[in-house]
Nanobody
Framework: QVQLVESGGASVQAGGSLRLSCQVS????????LGWFRQAPGQGREGVAA???????AYRDPVKGGFTVSEDNDKNMLYLQMNRQKPEDTGMYYC?????????????????????WGQGTQVTVSS
């Protein structure tokens, strides 16, 4: 059974930093992609950052240069380091895992019917 459990969400001031973590279990595919998505209040879910089994990363344009996605294969962990945060970064952050999906395509769809998803962790950035 595949499980993804996010943690690390919090309330921070604009300009601050936060690191989200996602514990991945039961996902044993050699070709895969792990990603972070977010959903702001009243808006649809959107892709934020992704990393695939080749180590290729992809980012949504507004977060480039401020966010870094990484994984620790030994610990089955996915991370999202968020620096220089802005109020528009506020939202529920979800991690997701998909099979045989390159990072460059992972963020194209936020449909929860595709892949495995965690329950989310809340990030609030105040100005």
């Amino acid at each position: 059974q595949v499980q993804l459990v996010e943690s690390g969400g919090a309330s921070v001031q604009a300009g601050g930093s936060l690191r989200l973590s996602c514990q991945v279990s039961g996902f044993t595919y050699s070709t895969y992609c792990l990603g972070w998505f977010r959903q702001a209040p009243g808006q649809g879910r959107e892709g934020v950052a992704a990393i695939d089994n080749d180590g290729t990363t992809a980012y949504r344009d507004p977060v480039k240069g401020g966010f870094t996605v990484s994984e620790d294969n030994d610990k089955n962990m996915l991370y999202l380091q968020m620096n220089r945060q802005k109020p528009e970064d506020t939202g529920m952050y979800y991690c997701a895992a998909r099979v045989a999906t390159p990072a460059t395509m992972m963020l194209d769809t936020a449909d929860s019917d595709f892949g495995f998803w965690g329950q989310g962790t809340q990030v609030t950035v105040s100005s």
